[in-house]
């Protein structure tokens, strides 16, 4: 899948199938925005902290 130059909005993308759609998207080339209920829990997806 080619995502590259595209824009997605995940919601719940700190746990669960968002977490896996969002890293998925990513690898993909997608520009990436969660939304997810746990700041902590997305700064995980990102890597970062």
């Known amino acids: ?4 130059g595209k ?3 995940i ?3 700190g746990r669960g199938i968002g977490k896996a759609i969002t890293k ?16 902590h829990r997305t700064a995980a997806v990102l890597g970062r902290r």
């Open 1 to 4: 899948m080619n995502l590259d």
């Open 7 to 9: 824009a997605a909005l």
């Open 11 to 13: 919601t719940g993308g």
């Open 24 to 39: 998925r998207y990513a690898e993909a080339g997608a520009n990436v925005v969660i939304a997810a209920g746990r700041d």
